[in-house]
């Protein structure tokens, strides 16, 4: 009789002690998930001196970054991706400083998609030298737009829809300051070794390529 009694006390004791463990983990988590990060208003202000020197540094350095393709021997469509221009490209978005290599990586990926889907004919029609490719926006993917308001609107652009998605990561949108007309490009930063680079534009996303 009191083995019986001893065996269920400790099985009662040993379930008890697995709730209790499981309650704490669960706390643990729950603690984890409240995490709320910020930023200060220093990093604001740097993060949109960051936004308007990406943009006059892409005015001053302008490229094409996804119309970049290999001829067919007919000299009538591009094939694929033109890999040595993609080198150049990151290239120079590496030296600039101002992108980081999520950034570039995304980018690669991008043009992975692109050429992958060429190889394989995914697209509606073929990609023809001298005419629009058939994908992007037709527009310009640095602001999905057709023209710029002036020569020097980066001086104007305006931070809006601030976010802190993650420790040093904001996603913010970005207008072309007074009579935007509820003009907004989506980004994305990251603050890395005390200094905000640019992890994601928009225009860049894969979604239309």
């Not at 119309?67 to 150049?88: A, F, H, P, R, T």
């Not at 992007?136 to 802190?164: F, L, R």
């Not at 890395?192 to 928009?202: A, F, H, I, S, V």
Request: proline share 2%; net charge neutral.
């Amino acid at each position: 009789m009191k083995i019986k009694i001893l065996i269920i006390v400790t099985f009662i004791l040993l379930v008890c002690c697995k709730v209790d463990s499981q309650k704490k983990k669960a706390i643990i988590e729950n603690k984890q998930e409240d995490i709320s990060y910020s930023i200060t208003k220093n990093d604001s202000l740097l993060i949109e001196k960051l936004v308007r020197k990406v943009y006059e540094w892409n005015e001053k350095n302008t490229t094409y970054y996804f119309n970049i393709g290999v001829e067919d021997q007919k000299g009538e469509k591009y094939i694929g991706i033109d890999w040595s221009i993609y080198e150049k490209n990151k290239k120079l978005l590496k030296n600039s400083g101002l992108f980081s290599d999520i950034f570039i990586d995304s980018y690669r990926k991008t043009l992975e998609q692109i050429d992958k889907k060429v190889k394989n004919k995914e697209y509606e029609y073929d990609w023809l030298i001298g005419e629009y490719p058939p994908f992007g926006t037709d527009a310009n993917e640095w602001c999905h737009c057709q023209d710029i308001p002036n020569d020097y609107y980066w001086n104007n652009i305006e931070i809006k829809d601030i976010e802190v998605t993650g420790n040093n990561t904001v996603s913010l949108t970005w207008n072309w300051g007074k009579g935007s007309n509820g003009f907004n490009y989506p980004i994305k930063v990251k603050k890395e070794d005390n200094t905000w680079k640019m992890t994601y534009l928009d225009g860049f996303d894969n979604k239309y390529y």
